[in-house]
């Protein structure tokens, strides 16, 4: 369920077409080098990949993005939308699941976590991420990448910290650069860097801010500002990139120091038990082999088939499902067919173990079946259990009444169990 590379192309897939506001801050590269820079004397070699992993993976799970999170937050507000939570929410979540994973032994797991938290961190350093202003994958500042700041920085110390507290300091470092500094030209005039990001009105708080006067236009040489166009002072763009860079590494060891610290004390011989917390499942993206008996006017069958599913916003879940009717039942003609079916949020969860989860939702799609050598419209409603396995592996299993209406003919009624096994991929 954590780590499943293969499906990585389908998440990338997905999130290319169907993702709102695609918008990254540094990229998986420069995530991957800020967190080197940070890690040195601060995690055990035998963590560190973990931490890499989450740190790079963060932006490359776009189907959890897409459902649940977005990676922008604004120190004096939040800015949940409609359908994603704002990065502060994540950054709580991630926690949670990093300390529950220390208390029962899991120091992987809560070291990946870590990574993904830090990950949070760094978009901070970012201006459009705190000021904010929602944007592609062309931001001036994020494309001019971090390698060469990386190397010209001097280390710089923080008191350790937690990831809210980080966070909420390095976005604050953002947005009062923004708000207080400006970029000398060659013709005289400062130009502030408010001109290129501005932010939203007093009036509208929650909301995005958008490209100022000059526009996405930092890291060129020259830029046009009230009317005129002017030659920007190159070490000035350094010295913006130079500081947001230091902020980024140094509130990223801060954090892990402080995480550090905390697994320890989760993890020693003489730390108070726990129970298990409960089942949230995360968003899947998954492919699942299905067996299982479908009864209707015509006689029982056995069924065999396939199943995709994808997450939705709001914790709803998205299947299509192809089946097929196999030798040895009753029936006299050909059945199965092929269904669309939404998923309802988990009307009940279950945490039998660490690594185990179960949850129930109700379903309900349309769907297009095989019926006396034609197709009818069918309309499957029900119940379905989901068990996640620990790694990769789930099982599901459906009750379904299923209506069906041949062309020129009365509704028909029918019922079909199945029993699905697989494959996900979720909160890696």
């Known amino acids: 369920m954590y780590r499943v590379t293969r499906f990585l192309p389908i998440s990338l897939l997905l999130a290319a077409g169907v993702a709102p506001g695609a918008a990254e801050a540094f990229s998986v590269e420069d995530h991957r080098a800020l967190t080197e820079a940070a890690l040195e004397g601060v995690v055990a070699e035998e963590y560190r990949g973990r931490v890499l992993h989450g740190a790079t993976a ?124 400006s970029l000398a030209t060659e013709e005289g005039p400062e130009i502030p860097w408010s001109a290129f990001w501005a932010e939203p009105g007093a009036g509208a708080p929650g909301t995005f801010g958008a490209y100022g006067a000059v526009g996405n236009g930092f890291g060129q040489a020259k830029v046009r500002w009230k009317g005129r166009e002017y030659h920007v002072d190159p070490a000035g763009t350094a010295a913006f990139m130079d500081a947001r860079v230091s902020s980024a590494v140094a509130y990223t060891r801060a954090f892990l120091r402080w995480a550090a610290e905390r697994f320890d004390e989760a993890s020693a011989p003489d730390a108070p038990g726990v129970s298990l917390s409960g089942f949230r499942p995360p968003p899947e993206l998954s492919l699942q082999v299905l067996g299982g008996l479908s009864r209707d006017s015509r006689g029982t069958a056995p069924l065999a088939g396939l199943r995709a599913a994808l997450p939705l916003p709001h914790s709803l879940g998205l299947s299509v499902d192809w089946t097929r009717a196999l030798e040895g039942g009753t029936h006299p003609h050909p059945s199965g067919g092929w269904a669309l079916a939404v998923q309802s949020p988990p009307l009940w ?53 299923q209506g069906l209406r041949p062309p020129g003919a009365d509704w028909a009624h029918g019922v079909s169990w199945t029993v699905g096994f697989g494959m996900a991929l979720g909160d890696w």
């Open 58 to 181: 963060e932006d490359l799970n776009l189907h959890v993005k897409w459902t649940g999170w977005h990676h922008f937050y604004r120190p004096e507000g939040h800015i949940h939308s409609a359908l994603r939570e704002g990065s502060d929410a994540r950054v709580r979540a991630l926690w949670d699941e990093a300390m529950e994973a220390a208390r029962h032994g899991d120091m992987s797991r809560a070291w990946d976590r870590a990574g993904h938290l830090a990950h949070h961190l760094q978009d901070m350093a970012s201006p459009p991420h705190v000021v904010p202003v929602m944007h592609g994958l062309g931001d001036g500042f994020e494309d001019v990448g971090i390698r060469d700041a990386l190397a010209r920085c001097a280390p710089r110390e923080v008191t350790p910290l937690s990831g809210v507290d980080a966070q909420q300091a390095v976005a604050r470092e953002t947005l009062d650069a923004v708000r207080t500094q």
């Open 349 to 401: 969860s279950w945490r039998p173990g660490y690594s185990l989860g179960v949850d129930l939702r109700a379903s309900v799609g349309v769907g297009l079946y095989a019926w006396e050598g034609g197709s009818r419209v069918g309309v499957p409603v029900g119940l379905r259990a989901h068990a996640s396995l620990g790694g990769p592996f789930v099982a599901t299993t459906e009750v379904l009444y």
